[in-house]
Nanobody, 124 residues
Framework: VQLVESGGGLVQPGGSLRLSCAAS????????IAWFRQAPGKEREGVAA???????RYPDSMKGRFTISQDNAKNTVYLQMNSLKPEDTAMYYC???????????????????WGQGTQVTVSS
């Protein structure tokens, strides 16, 4: 399984970005893909998750600002981030669970496949 993120960059506070995660090599019909982020000196945290049924999960702190979606034809998962704040600055990773019975979870321990990450910097 390969996951390739793109779309990161520098944005001003209050701005928006859309991250993309292109997936390949996943052979299971059921899946769960999530976005995580990690800022320097901080633990990795889950941002959003989506499963093959289109169910979504967000931590309470992200609800309303971040939206996860998918384009099955393109095998791509997106993360739309609005009203960005300096504290959103981090490396953003997408990840996928292994196996055919994924769980809609934001616990990183369940995810076996990880992309290389894309940097998001929110600064004026």
């Amino acid at each position: 399984v390969q996951l390739v993120e793109s779309g990161g960059g520098l944005v001003q506070p209050g701005g928006s970005l859309r991250l993309s995660c292109a997936a390949s090599g996943y052979t299971y019909s059921r899946y769960c893909i999530a976005w995580f982020r990690q800022a320097p000196g901080k633990e990795r945290e889950g941002v959003a998750a989506i499963d093959s049924y289109g169910n979504r999960r967000y931590p309470d702190s992200m609800k309303g600002r971040f939206t996860i979606s998918q384009d099955n034809a393109k095998n791509t998962v997106y993360l739309q981030m609005n009203s960005l704040k300096p504290e959103d600055t981090a490396m953003y990773y997408c990840a996928a669970q292994a196996g055919g019975r994924p769980s809609l979870s934001l616990w990183s321990g369940l995810y076996s496949y990880w992309g290389q990450g894309t940097q998001v910097t929110v600064s004026s």
